[in-house]
């Protein structure tokens, strides 16, 4: 899986899973990336509020799916919701590589020692570290850490991997479940380190 710079890009983006959903499905049924984004353009399928909003959806979700085989399309349309949901996030992780790090050495660690919450000092912290480590995320200000914050809550949570309560300190785990399908094409191309993070173990 290709590690990108660290960036705070996210600060301005959603999990956006109807959207990526959307995007999806028309590629499998024959679509290409420039018909959606024209469609995206002239008839607004994301239903964005502004072009400028339906510009930056397109483009984020574009190079979410972009990150993965294209053969993920089949195994997308025919998952559950919950499994869908789990495909937009790892697209998330394989796209945004500081998201993917907070996964694997945050919410997996709280997987592998039997923790039913993350809080918000976990990702506190995670950034932190991050600074200390990177000197790019050294320069982030309070507000972009903040706002990093916001998002990387609301993509778990729009993932369903952790509750929805507002305001809350801490979020309760709900555990990921795989599908067969979805697993054994994490598997097989490539991505065994994400069924580690999903499914919490070394």
């Known amino acids: 899986m290709k590690r990108n710079t660290y960036s705070a890009a996210a600060v301005s983006s959603l999990l956006w ?15 290409s990336f420039d018909e959606i984004k024209s469609m995206s353009e002239k008839e607004n399928i994301f239903g964005a509020a502004t072009p400028a909003r339906a510009k930056n959806i397109y483009s984020k979700t574009t190079s979410r799916i972009k990150s993965l085989d294209e053969s993920i399309y089949g195994v997308f349309c025919n998952a559950d919701i919950s499994n869908q949901k789990l495909i937009t996030l790892i697209a998330t992780m394989a796209q945004d590589t500081l998201f993917f790090d907070f996964m694997y050495e945050v919410f997996r660690e709280k997987l592998i020692i039997g923790s039913n919450e993350i809080s918000k000092t976990d990702i506190r912290v995670f950034f932190k570290n991050k600074a200390s480590q990177d000197d790019n995320v050294a320069k982030w200000t309070d507000e972009t850490l903040k706002r990093l914050e916001r998002t990387y809550i609301g993509y778990m949570s729009d993932a369903g991997i952790i509750d929805n309560k507002k305001r809350a300190e801490k979020r309760k785990i709900t555990r990921p479940i795989l599908d067969y399908d979805l697993k054994n094409w994490l598997e097989l191309y490539g991505y065994e380190v994400i069924v580690k993070i999903l499914e919490g173990v070394r």
Not at 17 to 31: P, Q, R, S, Y
Request: overall charge neutral; aromatic content about 14%; glycine content about 6%.
């Open 17 to 31: 899973f109807m959207e990526f959903k959307k995007e999806i499905m028309l590629l499998n049924d024959g679509k």
